[in-house]
């Protein structure tokens, strides 16, 4: 299948070790903020999401801090193993709520 | 159960060849996304339905571009005349409920649509 994301950022990791993504967003009315993961040949993926009145979430081994003051969102992926492999999007929708707006994306690249 | 499938996976085209592109959402979602992504970006907000309304159509690059939802399900992605800037990912995303930024309504993709235009 095609590639995703050929001259993105890169970040690589050992397997087992944390990994985290950063994302500054430029909406200062977005209320809503996603992170999506893509593999080549797929669609983004859903991983998390938060609403501005949040600093933090946390799923399976995904959490999600929020900076509003920064306007500044990251990503933090425990025991980062080879299948997180992909590229990563932050995503933000304004109060209208559904035209979602993609950043540059960032390419996971785990070691094994 | 299955997800959004899209069809055809891959397209090329001649320069000023028209092109429709086919999504067919989860089974009952009430909205329904268009999206462009070029080689190494993000994907672009093109149009947005919910049911067989449009209600969003501002990120249509042209009205060479086209879109529909004519019964609320399956829609269509009709390019006209196509350019060699056309040439990118068309993907197509639908939410269960009406778009409301809230926890839980996500959007899920197909595998997207790869149009190349020679």
């Known amino acids: 299948g095609e590639s995703v994301g050929l001259h993105l950022p890169t970040l690589s990791v050992q397997e087992g070790d944390n990994s985290i993504i950063n994302c500054a967003y430029s909406n200062s009315a977005s209320d809503y903020f996603i992170w999506y993961k893509q593999e080549s040949g797929k669609g983004p993926q859903f991983i998390i999401d938060?609403?501005?009145?949040?600093d933090k979430r946390q799923g399976q081994r995904v959490t999600v801090l929020l900076n509003k003051t920064v306007k500044h969102l990251s990503l933090q992926i425990a025991a980062t193993q080879p299948g997180d492999s992909a590229v990563y999007f932050c995503?933000?929708?304004?109060?209208?709520?559904?035209?979602?707006?993609f950043g540059a994306g960032t390419r996971l690249f785990v070691k094994a | 159960g299955a997800g959004v499938s899209q069809s055809p996976r891959y397209k090329v085209a001649k320069r000023g060849q028209d092109v429709a592109l086919r999504c067919d959402p989860i089974s009952g979602h009430v909205s329904l996304f268009w999206y462009q992504q070029a080689l190494g970006q993000g994907p672009e907000f093109l149009t947005y339905f919910q049911n067989e309304a449009q209600l969003d159509k501002s990120g249509l690059p042209s009205d060479r571009f086209f879109a529909e939802r004519p019964e609320g399900s399956v829609s269509t992605l009709k390019i006209q005349r196509t350019q060699q800037e056309d040439s990118a990912v068309y993907l197509c995303?639908?939410?269960?409920?009406?778009?409301?930024?809230?926890?839980?309504?996500?959007?899920?993709f197909g595998p997207g649509t790869r149009l190349t235009v020679l």
């Open positions: 995503a933000e929708r304004d109060t209208g709520g559904f035209k979602t707006i």
């Open positions: 938060i609403r501005s009145n949040m």
């Open positions: 995303a639908s939410s269960l409920v009406g778009a409301v930024a809230g926890i839980g309504n996500e959007q899920f």
